[in-house]
């Protein structure tokens, strides 16, 4: 059997893979606001489980990893800092243990499901905030395994500002006061999609993909603003920068439990 943990900023999912990639268990609990509490709720919580012997586990975190020592270095929406992630669910979990980026977890699921079709896959998750990840041949690059896309400095109305500060489902909030699955009219949707464009056309002159997978809470809403978006894109593409076909993540909502599947089961897990 295989684990996956994904921590999130207020809940916590625990799940169990058979080999074929099955979900066979889950368990979710509030994730604590200070680590030392984590650890022992996690563990109340693995002890529940039925089952008891896995073979590897992968733990997603929502900030950056230290991958050679297995410590979560900062936390986006946690007050964690140089945190001992993977010795303290090693001995909890009591096998192999590795961390990795949440929304890069996810690019490995959801590139996972375009093999054969695309070799350089862009991951892109539109949620509370702005992340993604790259993976080429299913694997990260490791060169760009730390990027945070949503962190790139932009120009929006007339300032510079970080793109998910004004492209984000945060930022749609601040502006509208609704949530994506509340919005109705064209005109909020088509600034959405200008806003992402800005961002993606820069990823997409700096990354060149394949194809990019857009996911996170706004991205399952995808349908509702692919055309705007791709006129958007069309608008400044260039021949040395053509755009990439779009598409709407397959497992949006599950995309990091199973990316934490992926990486268990992979060579380079």
């Given at each position: 059997?295989?684990?996956?943990?994904?921590?999130?900023?207020?809940?916590?999912?625990?799940?169990?893979?058979?080999k074929d990639g099955t979900v066979i268990e889950k368990i979710k609990f509030l994730t604590p606001k200070e680590y030392p509490?984590?650890?022992?709720?996690?563990a109340v919580n693995v002890a529940k489980l039925s089952t008891k012997d896995f073979q590897?586990?992968?733990?997603?975190?929502?900030?950056?990893?230290?991958?050679?020592?297995g410590i979560g270095l900062i936390f986006g929406n946690l007050p964690w800092v140089n945190v001992p992630?993977?010795?303290?669910?090693?001995?909890?979990?009591?096998?192999?243990?590795?961390?990795?980026?949440?929304?890069?977890?996810?690019?490995i699921s959801e590139a996972v499901q375009l093999k054969g079709e695309f070799r350089k896959v862009l991951y892109i998750t539109v949620s509370t905030g702005i992340s993604g990840g790259l993976v080429v041949d299913g694997t990260l690059d490791p060169a760009l395994q730390?990027?945070?896309?949503?962190?790139?400095t932009l120009e929006h109305q007339g300032r510079f500002?970080?793109?998910?500060?004004?492209?984000?489902?945060?930022?749609?909030?601040?502006?509208?006061?609704?949530?994506?699955?509340?919005?109705?009219?064209?005109?909020?949707?088509?600034?959405?999609?200008?806003?992402?464009?800005?961002?993606?056309?820069?990823?997409?002159a700096t990354l060149h993909p394949d194809v990019i997978v857009i996911g996170g809470g706004v991205g399952v809403h995808l349908e509702k603003f692919?055309?705007?978006?791709?006129?958007?894109?069309?608008?400044?593409?260039?021949?040395?920068?053509?755009?990439p076909p779009i598409r709407k993540a397959i497992r949006a909502e599950e995309a990091v439990i199973y990316g934490c599947f992926e990486l268990a089961k992979s060579r380079n897990g």
């Amino acid at each position: 059997m295989y684990g996956a943990v994904d921590i999130g900023g207020t809940k916590t999912l625990i799940a169990v893979f058979d080999k074929d990639g099955t979900v066979i268990e889950k368990i979710k609990f509030l994730t604590p606001k200070e680590y030392p509490d984590f650890s022992k709720e996690l563990a109340v919580n693995v002890a529940k489980l039925s089952t008891k012997d896995f073979q590897k586990t992968v733990v997603a975190i929502p900030g950056t990893p230290d991958r050679e020592r297995g410590i979560g270095l900062i936390f986006g929406n946690l007050p964690w800092v140089n945190v001992p992630v993977e010795e303290d669910v090693e001995k909890i979990m009591n096998c192999p243990v590795r961390i990795e980026n949440d929304s890069k977890l996810a690019a490995i699921s959801e590139a996972v499901q375009l093999k054969g079709e695309f070799r350089k896959v862009l991951y892109i998750t539109v949620s509370t905030g702005i992340s993604g990840g790259l993976v080429v041949d299913g694997t990260l690059d490791p060169a760009l395994q730390d990027i945070e896309p949503g962190k790139m400095t932009l120009e929006h109305q007339g300032r510079f500002e970080q793109w998910e500060d004004f492209a984000s489902g945060r930022a749609i909030y601040a502006k509208y006061g609704k949530k994506a699955e509340e919005i109705t009219d064209a005109e909020i949707w088509y600034v959405i999609a200008r806003n992402l464009a800005v961002g993606i056309n820069t990823l997409i002159a700096t990354l060149h993909p394949d194809v990019i997978v857009i996911g996170g809470g706004v991205g399952v809403h995808l349908e509702k603003f692919q055309d705007r978006l791709e006129e958007q894109l069309k608008i400044y593409e260039h021949p040395m920068n053509p755009v990439p076909p779009i598409r709407k993540a397959i497992r949006a909502e599950e995309a990091v439990i199973y990316g934490c599947f992926e990486l268990a089961k992979s060579r380079n897990g």
